[in-house]
């Protein structure tokens, strides 16, 4: 028995720990935003769902996962969708758009106005015509509003298109910032350094308490300068487990670890899909694998 005390005092311990860290989580909080982080591999999905029922999804992963999207929207109830935000033409966050059109109503889709010139962005963009769906150029200083309390800002691109950059389609990324009450999140897509360089130099108000990691993680995203202005207090990576790329990498991590940044990180690869909700005030925490 003396022996076996002090293991079943640890085990005791981490029961209990387990079960208050499981109560904190999932405190009941007031009407709440609802922002999903659609685990799809290799890519971006987030679907954003205001208190009032409005669904807002923000690009839809590789052409694969666009199933998996539809799916999981219908799940949480989901049957229009006000406004499809599509970051930057790459495959990876609108392969499964044409899924998306074809299978809600939409009221309106955000587009950087990057014409990359691929299949993908052509079926896109033939799709949209095709369905009439009211097609906006994002451009700084544009506010969609959703109820009394929340709006998304188009924080990027600018009238101009950044040109000559590491990557034209992904620093021209739509920049989106959820705001409701006190609580902002920031939406790079996959801008690099010099889309962050151009949001820096416009001296707009970045500072969001949700950040979702731009670019899975790169290296050439994520400047200590970036995040110095961010502040981010949760840190959300959209990543594939063992992808191609060796997204996230290490120095990214580096910057973004809890000593330095005081943020709590998520990542798809590792807690599949992630929820957060918040009531404007209080932010709360959810994970498929926690
Ligand atoms: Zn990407």
Do not use: C
């Amino acid at each position: 028995m003396r022996r076996l005390l002090p293991i079943i005092l640890l085990v005791f311990a981490l029961a209990l720990g387990t079960w208050t860290g499981w109560n904190k989580q999932k405190e009941p909080i007031g009407p709440s935003v609802r922002v999903e982080f659609i685990d799809v591999g290799q890519g971006d999905s987030i679907l954003i769902k205001t208190p009032e029922g409005d669904a807002i999804l923000i690009d839809a992963g590789e052409k694969e996962y666009g199933p998996k999207v539809v799916s999981h929207l219908r799940k949480l109830g989901v049957r229009r969708l006000r406004l499809v935000v599509m970051s930057h033409p790459h495959s990876d966050h609108i392969g499964g758009i044409p899924d998306v059109l074809n299978s809600f109503k939409v009221g309106g889709v955000l587009d950087s106005g990057y014409v990359h010139g691929t299949n993908t962005q052509e079926r896109v963009l033939s799709i949209i015509e095709k369905k009439k769906i009211p097609y906006h150029r994002a451009t700084q200083g544009m506010v969609f509003r959703f109820g009394d309390d929340v709006q998304l800002k188009v924080l990027a691109p600018g009238k101009q298109h950044l040109q000559g950059t590491s990557s034209d389609a992904n620093n021209n990324s739509v920049v989106v910032q959820l705001i409701t009450g006190r609580v902002k999140m920031l939406f790079p897509g996959d801008i690099e350094r010099d889309g962050e360089g151009w949001l820096i130099a416009s001296r707009q108000d970045i500072e969001s308490q949700i950040l979702k990691v731009a670019h899975h993680g790169a290296s050439t995203s994520t400047s200590l300068e970036f995040l110095r202005l961010v502040k981010p207090e949760y840190v959300v990576i959209s990543v594939g487990a063992g992808n191609e790329y060796g997204h996230p990498r290490k120095s990214t991590l580096k910057r973004l670890v809890k000593d330095r940044t005081g943020a709590s990180m998520y990542r798809t690869d590792k807690n599949g899909t992630i929820t957060i909700r918040t009531d404007g005030r209080r932010i709360t925490v959810e994970a498929q694998n926690e």
